[in-house]
Antibody, heavy 124, light 106 residues
Framework: EVQLLESGGGLAQPGGSLRLSCAASGFTFSKYAMYWVRQAPGKGLEWVSDISGSADSTYYADSVKGRFTISRDNSKNTLFLQMNSLRDEDTAIYYC?????????????????WGQGTLVTVSS | DIQMTQSPSTLSASVGDRVTITCRASQSISSWLAWYQQRPGKAPKVLISKASTLQSGVPSRFSGSGSGTEFTLTISSLQPDDFATYYCQQYNSYPITFGQGTRLEI
């Protein structure tokens, strides 16, 4: 069974930093792109970032570009999101998700499954 | 960026009803569309990919259709478990974008 378990959320001050982790199991981690998607309280879903299986490609939403860095450790089956220069509007539940379908060369950018999420609150 | 617009934002229905949710893209996305269900306090779960491909384990009362810029999610006979929020998502191009959601309520 595929499992994704996020951790690292909590309270941070504006301008501060947090590092989220997502521990993966139940599949060959290095073969799949991985994603971060967030949901502000009471709001909809927003794609944040993703990284290819080999970590040679990364993508970011404009809202986080230059402040957040996605990475992965394929030896430890773990995905990361380093969040710097945090703003109030970064307050959200952050979900990690796995690419649902990948060939040997690329992944389709839809998500299955999702982790349970970790709450990040940015407030002074 | 491709904007995804869902309608309605809220839908009131009853058990046994047939309901349809519409998702419109601001430009053509071919069939690169997924639908997700999110129950309160839970992570989203994929229902349909490539506009009309039902995912394993998803009940057959769910169906998707459309291509280009207009898509629909239909639930043929609502069950109590179906009262949730539904999101469409385009994966034709970056940035990946979601619709604003449709809340299905009793």
């Amino acid at each position: 069974e595929v499992q994704l378990l996020e951790s690292g959320g909590g309270l941070a001050q504006p301008g501060g930093s947090l590092r989220l982790s997502c521990a993966a199991s139940g599949f060959t981690f290095s073969k799949y792109a991985m994603y971060w998607v967030r949901q502000a309280p009471g709001k909809g879903l927003e794609w944040v970032s993703d990284i290819s299986g080999s970590a040679d490609s990364t993508y970011y939403a404009d809202s986080v570009k230059g402040r957040f860095t996605i990475s992965r450790d394929n030896s430890k089956n773990t995905l990361f999101l380093q969040m710097n220069s945090l703003r109030d509007e970064d307050t959200a539940i952050y979900y990690c998700a796995k690419a649902a379908y990948c060939t040997s060369t690329s992944c389709s950018n839809w998500f299955d499954p999702w982790g349970q999420g970790t709450l990040v609150t940015v407030s002074s | 960026d491709i904007q995804m617009t869902q309608s309605p934002s809220t839908l009131s229905a009853s058990v046994g009803d047939r309901v349809t949710i519409t998702c419109r893209a601001s430009q053509s996305i071919s069939s690169w569309l997924a639908w997700y269900q999110q129950r309160p306090g839970k992570a989203p779960k994929v229902l349909i990919s490539k506009a009309s491909t039902l995912q394993s384990g998803v009940p057959s009362r769910f169906s998707g259709s459309g291509s280009g810029t207009e898509f629909t999610l239909t639930i043929s006979s609502l069950q109590p478990d179906d009262f949730a929020t539904y999101y469409c998502q385009q994966y034709n191009s970056y940035p990946i974008t979601f619709g604003q959601g449709t809340r299905l309520e009793i």
